[in-house]
């Protein structure tokens, strides 16, 4: 069975920290390209970053970029996003997703979604 379960979310202030984690069950981890996006109500589904199988090549988007980081162990099965000096615009439902090929910004191209932490930035 495939899945793909967040952890890690919650409520933080402005400028604090959290690290989500992504873990992956019943795939081979190696061979996918793992992306974090994010979703407000009322609002697109944005891509936020993404790392390649090999773990190599990293992409953020530019409102995060400086800000988070992407990380993946693959013998743990788990990848990483990690969230310093948080905005409140950062607020939003947070999502993993796997995809056999590239990275991409189109959340359909990608195979496994996980079901999604919420994160909420607040003073």
């Known amino acids: 069975q495939v899945q793909l379960v967040e952890s890690g979310g919650g409520l933080v202030q402005p400028g604090g920290s959290l690290r989500l984690s992504c873990a992956a069950s019943?795939?081979?981890?190696?061979?996918?390209?793992i992306a974090w996006f994010r979703q407000d109500p009322g609002k697109e589904r944005e891509g936020v970053s993404c790392?390649?199988?090999?773990?190599?090549?990293?992409r953020y988007a530019d409102s995060v970029k400086g800000r988070f980081t992407i990380s993946r162990d693959n013998a743990k099965y788990t990848v990483y996003l990690q969230m310093n000096s948080l905005k409140p615009e950062d607020t939003a439902v947070y999502y993993c997703a796997a995809a056999v090929s590239l990275c991409s910004r189109m959340p359909n191209e990608y195979d496994y979604w996980g079901q999604g932490t919420q994160v909420t930035v607040s003073s």
């Open positions: 019943g795939f081979t981890l190696e061979d996918y390209a």
């Open positions: 790392i390649s199988a090999s773990g190599v090549s990293t």
